[in-house]
């Protein structure tokens, strides 16, 4: 099983970003697919979710309307469209993926944003 973040960097306040995970080794639509973020000195947070073949989705407050949760099926891949970006969304960002107990995660990828 493997989980593979990228598209992380260095963007100015108000960049966009598309992040990509891609997945390998498990029934890929049949997962909950999330992104967290970790900044330095907190604790993992959730940011976003997307469920398997229904496509519904869930953000937390502090990201609705800037970041955008999607995935393709037939590719393995979720993504996370990030746009209007804020000093406080620098982080490292995880892809997870659920079913049941069966839980894995990415490696991360490092966001900051910073002028």
């Known amino acids: 099983v493997r989980l593979v973040e990228s598209g992380g960097g260095l963007v100015q306040p108000g960049g966009s970003l598309r992040l990509s995970c891609a997945a390998s080794?498990?029934?890929?639509?049949?997962?909950?697919m999330k992104w967290y973020r970790q900044a330095p000195g907190k604790e993992r947070e959730l940011v976003a979710s997307?469920?398997?073949?229904?496509?519904?989705?869930y953000y937390a407050d502090s990201v609705k309307g800037r970041l955008t949760i999607s995935r393709d099926n037939a590719k393995n891949t979720v993504y996370l469209q990030m746009a209007s970006l804020k000093p406080e969304d620098t982080a490292v960002y995880y892809c997870y993926a659920a079913r049941g107990s069966q839980q894995y995660w990415g490696q991360g990828t490092q966001v900051t944003v910073s002028s």
């Open positions: 997307i469920a398997g073949t229904s496509s519904s989705t």
């Open positions: 080794g498990f029934s890929f639509s049949s997962y909950v």
